[in-house]
Structure formats: C-alpha cells, structure tokens
C-alpha cells in the first residue's frame, strides 16, 4: 500500500503539516515558496545537477509557480443539454454532390452544426472568413465539407491547411478524409517527426491538399518541395495556439509567399490585438462567425492534491491504482519527467505510455491509437497532448507537474469533461516538508 500521509485532497488534515485548508489558498504566495537555505545544489532523481529545492544562489522558478492554487479547486457544473441551435439550412440544401452527400449521412451527420451552417455557404461563394470557434463546434467540417466540393467540381484547385500541432495535422487529415470516400481527393501532411523522405514523395505527386505545422511547411518550401504559387486557398486553425506555440513568424513568411488573390480561412478560439493584427493583413473583407459554446472545463470538478516533492510518484501510483481512475491522462512538466514516470508505471504493472516531443512520430501514432482503443488507460504526456488531443472518453486528467499558467490549465483539463460526462481533474501542490 502507498503511503499518503503526506497528501490530502484540498482539506484538513489535523497532525499533517503537509495538508491543506480552503482558505490557506488565498495566502501570500510564500505560502508555496521554498525555503531559503545553505545547501547549495543537489543531485536530481533524474541524474543531473539541479538548484536544491531549498534555494539556491539564485532561485529558479518552477512550474505554475505562479498560480494560485485556489484557481485548481472548482465544482463541477450539472451537464446539461443544450438545445439544439436552430439553423437555416439542411444538409441536402448546401449543393453538395450526391456521393459527398452520402459520405456525411454515413458519418451520422443529421444536420448542420451552427458554425458548419453560418460559414459552408460563404466559403463555397469563395469568401474569406474569419470563424472564432473553440472544439466541439464543428469546425473541422465547416470547411473541409465544401472544401472538398470545391475539389470536385475542380481538380486544379489547391490547399494549404496549416495547424500548430502534428496530432491536430493528423486528425484534420482523417477527418477530410472520411468524407472522400469515392471522391478523387489526394491529401498529404507536412509535419515534423514524421520521415521527411515520405513527405516529400507525396508532395511531389501534387496532392489536392497539404496538411501541415508552419516549421515542416516552411521547410519543405526551403528545399522547393512545396510551391506556394500553386495554392489559391489557405487555411489557418487554431491560430491562438500557433501564436503561443511562437509560430508567428513563420505563418507571415508563408502568408507573403502564398498569391494574394486566395481564398483564407482563419480560425482561433479568441481573439486579442496580435490575432486581430493578422486577420486585417492576411484577409480580404471577411465573413465573420462567432460560436460560443459552454466551456468543456465546467463539467470538470477540480481539486488540489497536498503532497510532499518526495513522494509525488507514490501518490500518482496509489491514485492510478484506484477502480474509478478508468483512463488517466498525467501531464508533466518536462520531456525527462514525462518519460520517468511512463517507464515507472509500466514497471509496476500499469498500462501506460508516454507522448511528447522527444518521440519519433510513428510512436506517438502507435501510442494514442493504444490509448484511443483501451490497450494503455493511462498517457503521460507533456503539454503538446493538450493542442488537439481529441479522445472522448477521458475519465481523470491529473497536473502531475502544474501548467506554466491558467490558460494552458484550461487546455489540459478540457481533454476529461466531454459530451455528457462529468470529468475530474487533479493537480499535485507540492509542500515543503
């Protein structure tokens, strides 16, 4: 049996200095500082010199630090189901072919998503558009569906999709192609960690679309592989997390190479002066479409785990360990950490594995589908599963290491919580002693 002495679930816990009350939360932030003391620097558990955790000649912050813990400790709201958004088209009234058309019926599809509804018409009359939408609208098909008609109607059209992770590049690549069954559209991705030889053998074949992040795009552009005078149409999603993912400089440098006369369309979940800056220099009289969902974040109930630097493992494992715990996504702080504790688990018995940048990328592939179909319940990743990451049935996230800042805490939890269900979230507070 782990022993938890030293950890408690944000309450009192009389006879341990290391727990933690409610209202201790709101404290000054020395409250979660470390102690400042003569003994210099320590080694690792990971082998390498680092500042002890008790001070150093000059004290490096750690992760979340800060946070306010009181910010990681929220009720779940009761799921409730919205109503439906009424909507003014029907599926069979967009002037999609008859083989697409069937492609969506088999997909379940019944009708038009709010923001599929708004935007399909103004993309297929060729328009700009400008959608602020979050996951779970829609989004995707919104302009994959006519997209892909467009293709139809003309197979000398050309598509540059960009987006800021290789996992959301992969799952908008097999959503497009979900709908193309019988329908003659080439797709190929241009993302880093993948076999640059394959990519470029695939992009010389001059596919209908390349799917791609902004480096492995630029890249291949450097090498004259790709050729962005072909493109009339460019697609940018998620440009918030390209932004923060400091991607910026490398979508302008595509942007000014790709013809003016293009069709854009630009898709963020927010909206502040630097995304307002790139969509008055890159579109041209744009539709606009806002689509305000519930955050997936309110059908998560959040709370803090106490728990002593030494025994954070101990902790992690004895929680794994419980029945409720059905599937588990850690996320650490570091590529070393994420793999210390995958190989830790996997030790002890447990179905885990490990996604993070370090990872050559048809192992990342192989892990998620693992995690997708249930032959791993646990994935420790760091935060590069939080931009994307689509696995619907999540059941705990838990902040092993917490997140650089509340944002990025948001994005981490939003992956449990989904649909119907009620999530939990998790996030490990360090105490001093």
């Given amino acids: 049996m782990y022993n938890n002495r030293n950890a408690s679930f944000g309450r009192s816990n009389r006879g341990s200095q290391s727990s933690g009350e409610f209202r201790n939360f709101n404290a000054p932030r020395s409250k979660f500082s470390r102690p400042k003391s003569n003994y210099g620097t320590t080694k690792s558990s990971f082998g390498r010199p680092t500042a002890s955790r008790f ?40 002037g999609f072919g008859e083989i697409l058309l069937r492609n969506i019926k088999n997909k379940g599809y019944l009708q038009p998503t709010k ?75 241009a993302i880093g960690g993948a076999y640059m030889r394959e990519q470029v053998m695939e992009i010389k ?57 293009r069709q854009t369309l630009f898709f963020s979940a927010t909206m502040d002066r630097k995304i307002e800056g790139l969509v008055n220099s890159f579109l041209n009289n744009p539709v606009k479409v806002s689509i305000k969902t519930q955050e997936s974040s309110d059908h998560v109930e959040q709370n803090v785990v106490m728990v002593n630097r030494s025994n954070k493992e101990n902790m992690l494992m ?3 360990s419980k029945s409720d715990f059905k599937k588990v996504l850690v996320f ?3 590529k070393r950490i994420v793999e210390k504790i995958s190989e830790d688990l ?27 179909e249930n032959q791993i319940n646990i994935l420790v990743a760091t935060d590069v599963a939080a931009r994307g990451l689509d696995v619907k049935d999540i059941t705990h996230v838990i902040n092993y290491d917490k997140p ?15 649909g119907n269900a009620v999530g939990m979230a998790l996030t490990f507070v360090e105490t001093r002693y």
């Fill in 318 to 320: 004895n929680l794994l």
């Fill in 115 to 189: 923001i599929q509804d708004e935007i399909i018409p103004s993309i297929l009359e060729g328009r700009d558009v400008l959608g602020i939408a979050n996951t779970g609208t829609g989004k995707t098909a919104a302009y994959a569906l006519p997209l892909i008609e467009m293709i139809a109607q003309n197979p000398q059209k050309r598509i540059l999709i960009m987006a800021p992770t290789r996992e959301l590049a992969m799952q908008v690549k097999q959503e497009i192609r979900s709908f193309t069954f019988d329908i003659k559209v080439y797709i190929s991705l």
């Fill in 205 to 261: 074949r001059d596919p209908h679309i390349i799917v791609g992040t902004p480096g492995r795009i630029k890249d291949l552009a450097d090498r004259r592989v790709i050729k962005f005078d072909k493109f009339d149409t460019l697609v940018l999603d998620e440009v918030d997390r390209m932004l923060d993912m400091g991607f910026i400089n490398d979508i302008r440098n595509i942007v000014d190479r790709i013809p003016p006369n």
């Fill in 404 to 418: 650089n800042n509340y944002e990025d805490y948001i994005h981490r939890i939003g992956r449990t919580g989904r």
């Fill in 332 to 334: 650490g702080g570091t």
């Fill in 55 to 94: 001070g150093s000649p000059r004290k490096a912050k750690r992760f979340g630090d800060d946070i306010n813990p009181a910010l990681f400790i929220k009720k779940a709201c009761p799921v409730v189901k919205i109503e439906e958004v009424e909507v003014k088209h029907q599926l069979n009234e967009f």
């Fill in 346 to 372: 996997l030790e002890n018995g447990f179905k885990a594995g490990s996604l993070h940048g370090d990872k050559p990328q048809h192992k990342r592939q192989a892990t998620l589908r693992m995690f997708k």
